[in-house]
């Protein structure tokens, strides 16, 4: 089945380590997305790759960062992990930008900061 | 201020009746409204998508509205059944905004047998 695929699905890391989180995707979507969810949180976008341009959001720390090598593969790099990064990452797609192109989501990776 | 609330409590009913969660929204003007809903552990999954100038739309048992003059959106699960425990988010679709969903915290609702 076409779906988003994130792994890992558990990710523990150390204070300051660096680590990268992974999602693929066999829609074909152009847009690829990346949130982080804290329990009982909204989703809060961190970036979005509309194909290969790239936007940042304002508030996205410079922490974290987002390659897309490919239409199908986006990752997600925490270049200095902090206690207060742990949470949940969403990765998502959706066709394209328009307001009828829904979002999938993967499974999302659960990341512990040590 | 931009705000988007849902029902800040958990929403417990008994199965077989009608579930309603509420969205309302401040200061934005959304050209489209979406709902989804998401299990423990898991992204979420798209319901439904409704457009401001829809007032209602179904899929099965599921129920939207959307009321632009109220700034509201609800949201029903007929017939409900243990397996509609979960939480639901809506999204707005902010035309202008690069498309970009502002979402709400979401409401639990667990549907007791």
């Known amino acids: 089945d076409a779906m988003v695929i994130q792994n890992p699905r558990y990710q523990v890391t150390q204070f300051g380590k660096p680590v990268t989180l992974s999602c693929s995707q066999t829609l074909n979507h152009n847009v690829m997305y990346w949130y982080q969810q804290k329990s009982s949180q909204a989703p809060k976008l961190l970036f979005h790759y509309y194909d290969k341009d790239f936007n940042n959001e304002a508030d996205t720390p410079d922490n974290f960062q987002s390659r897309r090598p490919n239409t199908s593969f986006c990752f997600l790099d925490i270049r200095s992990p902090g206690l207060g990064d742990a949470a949940m990452y969403l990765c998502a797609t959706s066709r394209g930008s328009g307001s009828t192109d829904t979002q999938y989501f993967g499974p999302g990776t659960r990341l512990t900061v040590l | 201020s931009q705000k988007i609330e849902q029902n800040s409590e958990a929403l417990n009913i008994q199965e077989g009746k009608t579930a309603t969660l509420t969205c309302n929204y401040t200061?934005?003007?959304?050209?489209?409204l979406q709902w989804y809903r998401q299990d423990p552990g898991r992204g979420p999954v798209f319901l439904l998508l409704?457009?401001?100038n829809e007032k209602e739309k179904r899929k099965e048992r599921l129920k939207v509205t959307f009321d632009t003059t109220l700034k509201q959106s609800l949201f029903h699960i007929t017939a409900s059944q243990p397996a509609d425990s979960a939480t639901y988010l809506c999204?707005?679709?902010?035309?202008?905004?690069?498309?970009?969903?502002?979402w709400g915290l979401g409401t639990s609702l667990a549907v007791n047998p």
């Open positions: 409704i457009r401001e």
């Open positions: 999204a707005l679709d902010i035309a202008g905004n690069n498309r970009k969903l502002i």
């Open positions: 200061n934005y003007s959304p050209a489209y």
